[in-house]
């Protein structure tokens, strides 16, 4: 670990191991790293955006969205344990902040425990929120008009929900060259 307070805590994001105690019920990969988008027409637009593979659990639980700068859509429900293994491969320092979940300090996304560029963060956490739609971003910089951020939808582990679709609305948008 390169940034934040990590030195002065002693902290090591390379050394951070999984817990052998916690079984995930959903585990998936999440990397940040730059891409092109063709937002608007003509030359495509350089964004930093988040991309994700499932490793366990159901692969529709990723929804990436074709077209688009914006992260995937996780769907988890209340009371399962999830793990994400991100990887930072944006020329810059990044960490995610998952907005609104209940989550111990460690996994909140601090910019103490920032990640350097080719460097990894293990995240691992019990969902205890109520379903709803919340978000997850960088927690470093301005990285968020960069395209950093995604959606998480909760759905309540007693009775699942039925959609054949869902919309979710981003009003954040920075083009850059």
């Not at 077209?67 to 020329?91: C, D, M």
């Amino acid at each position: 670990m390169t940034g934040g307070f990590g030195p002065l805590l002693n902290y090591s994001v390379a050394s951070q191991n999984a817990d052998t105690n916690f079984t995930p019920d959903l585990d998936i990969s999440l990397t940040a790293r730059p891409d092109e988008v063709a937002v608007l027409p003509g030359r495509p637009t350089q964004v930093w955006r988040y991309h994700a593979f499932v490793h366990k659990g159901e692969k529709s639980r990723v929804v990436e969205i074709p077209r688009s700068y914006l992260g995937p859509i996780i769907k988890a429900y209340r009371g399962e344990k999830v793990r994400i293994r991100f990887t930072n491969e944006i020329p810059e320092e990044s960490i995610v902040h998952w907005h609104g979940l209940h989550v111990p300090a460690i996994m909140d996304g601090h910019p103490r425990y920032v990640v350097s560029q080719g460097q990894s963060y293990l995240y691992e956490f019990e969902v205890n929120n109520r379903a709803g739609t919340y978000w997850y971003h960088s927690h470093t910089m301005l990285q968020e008009q960069s395209g950093v951020y995604g959606s998480i939808v909760i759905e309540p582990k007693e009775k699942k929900l039925e959609y054949d679709s869902f919309i979710i609305s981003y009003y954040m948008i920075h083009l850059h060259d």
